[in-house]
């Protein structure tokens, strides 16, 4: 299965559907190997190696699902062409961190859809550096039940799987959870300053 | 005072959550779910609002929270999936690709059986005896061209082939000669089934001009033995001798010495001329049934990893059967 047998309508759908429909469109997105040989090229004509074009390939489809979900990509260019434009995207940046380059990044051929909207999708690494550190906190039974939430699992799906009494009880204990979190970052001033305010 | 250290502590004390509907408005602006004018009118709320602008800014952080979340999944979803397909049972299209290549094998040992019926007046001496396996090691009398030393003009001759044999052996195409193939020879008969001759001389030989129209008549007629002899006085650069020479090695059958010449290309620092010939190094070498596997996994590897090398779609298709996993 590669995403040449799913249309870019079916890709987008897939990905904004049930946690069944999302995996099959993240499978088709991550076996397709023309699209990750593409980019793992790009990458090694661009300094970079074979490992790094595989990272670079992996967090390319992470953040395409982001901004298919957050209604950032409004399908003006192929899917395959849109990935590409955020892999492209992705390494210059880290390419320019390696450099210390303190001018504007040089983006080469990027959609504009690309360069205008994914910078909103990026989670900056010290503020995720800081979720992880909170998460270790959380515990378990939180992040399972989070993860199914942001994986669009419906509240009784959640229930039978944590073995609540019903969809209410799911659904108060994800509001726990996430009030829980935000106990955490409150309570922090190095945390409280990543807030985006 | 002690008013004064009750509001203090008030205010140390954590926002008290807000009402469910406020959070389920502020969860509907930034998951982009309200209109334009909603969301108009609810960003001048939170500029005019402090408090509300720190709930909205902590349940953004809630929200990428739940994406690290899900990115952390969705990566050992990933390395799942990789390890699926490493341990998967090899795809059909390669049993595939092994009917075509007993197909080629086949037709040309019918040609070969053809060419002999037909053949009238060419003793079967003069052709390649078939007991002799076509992965010759480099013997002294058959260096490849830049080991060749100014006195010896003489062509180099194998010491146990009579002369006459080898000149008439080497004014024959590749085609006349290499149709000996047994089902042990399906690698060689791969490799010359997937030989094709490149447009070399377009601008190649120009730095020796009397010699250049020579060579490349002599290139042209598939006379390889004359190439390889006229190359012995060009004044050319090496690489592309060695690029001339390998091919014209290639076309007498000489695989050890052309594998040679294209792999002193490669090893040198002309990146370009090493991808032009890269490919023809693979076929080589195969046609040696593969006795420098090392080299020949290395290279077919650098061209697999690299899908902009020129010969990528062809190595793909045709040798990426035979590259280790």
């Not at chain 1, 309570?187 to 305010?197: E, F, H, I, M, P």
């Not at chain 2, 509907?21 to 960003?43: G, V």
């Not at chain 2, 002599?218 to 012995?232: G, N, R, S, T």
């Not at chain 2, 014209?248 to 294209?262: C, I, K, R, T, V």
């Amino acid at each position: 299965m590669n995403s040449k047998t799913y249309t870019d309508e079916q890709i987008v759908k897939g990905l904004t559907g049930n946690p069944r429909e999302r995996d099959l469109a993240l499978k088709a997105l991550f076996q397709n190997q023309k699209l990750k040989a593409y980019i793992i090229g790009f990458v090694r004509k661009n300094r970079g190696n074979t490992q790094d074009g595989e990272d670079v390939f992996q967090d390319a489809i992470i953040l395409l699902d982001r901004r298919v979900r957050q209604g950032g990509y409004k399908g003006t260019g192929s899917i395959d062409g849109y990935l590409q434009g955020i892999a492209k995207f992705i390494w210059y940046r880290k390419r320019d961190k390696w450099q210390n380059k303190t001018e504007a990044l040089t983006i080469e051929h990027i959609q504009e859809e690309v360069e205008q909207g994914i910078e909103t999708s990026i989670i900056a690494e010290e503020k995720k550096q800081a979720i992880k550190s909170i998460l270790q906190h959380l515990g378990d039974k939180c992040k399972k039940i989070l993860t199914m939430y942001q994986n669009k699992f419906s509240m009784e799906e959640i229930a039978e799987k944590m073995d609540f009494s019903g969809k209410d009880v799911a659904k108060n204990e994800a509001y726990r959870c996430r009030q829980k979190f935000r106990k955490f970052v409150v309570s922090r001033a190095d945390y409280k300053r990543l807030l985006d305010l | 005072m002690p008013f004064l250290l009750v509001v203090i502590v008030w205010n140390i004390k954590p926002e008290p959550m807000e009402s469910k509907d406020l959070f389920e408005k502020i969860e509907a602006y930034l998951l982009n779910k309200l209109s334009p004018t909603e969301r108009q009118a609810f960003e001048e709320q939170i500029s005019n609002d402090p408090k509300l602008a720190e709930n909205v800014a902590l349940q953004r952080f809630e929200l990428d929270m739940m994406e690290v979340l899900l990115e952390e999944e969705t990566k050992t979803k990933f390395d799942q999936w990789t390890k699926e397909s490493a341990t998967a049972p090899p795809n059909k299209p390669q049993f595939n690709r092994w009917i075509i290549l007993l197909t080629i094998v086949l037709i040309a040992m019918v040609s070969f059986w053809i060419y002999n019926q037909n053949k009238s007046d060419q003793p079967s001496s003069n052709t390649i005896a078939p007991s002799e396996p076509p992965t010759q090691q480099i013997t002294p009398e058959e260096t490849p061209i830049e080991n060749k030393t100014p006195e010896s003009n003489d062509t180099p001759k194998p010491a146990n082939q009579p002369q006459s044999q080898e000149s008439t052996k080497s004014e024959q195409p590749i085609a006349e000669q290499e149709k000996t193939t047994t089902a042990d020879n399906q690698l060689l008969a791969t490799a010359i089934a997937l030989y094709e001759t490149p447009d070399l001389l377009q601008g190649t030989v120009r730095s020796d001009q009397a010699n250049s129209s020579a060579i490349q008549a002599a290139f042209q007629a598939k006379a390889y033995q004359k190439v390889i002899d006229l190359l012995e006085n060009a004044q050319i650069p090496i690489a592309e001798q060695q690029q001339l020479a390998g091919h014209a090695h290639f076309g007498l059958g000489q695989y050890p010495q052309a594998s040679q010449a294209f792999e002193s290309i490669i090893s040198g620092d002309d990146p370009a001329l090493s991808e032009e010939v890269e490919w023809f190094y693979l076929l080589a070498l195969l046609a040696q049934q593969q006795q420098d596997q090392a080299a020949f996994q290395s290279t077919l590897r650098n061209i697999l990893d690299d899908p902009e090398h020129k010969d990528y779609e062809k190595t793909s298709k045709e040798l990426a059967p035979y590259l280790n996993q």
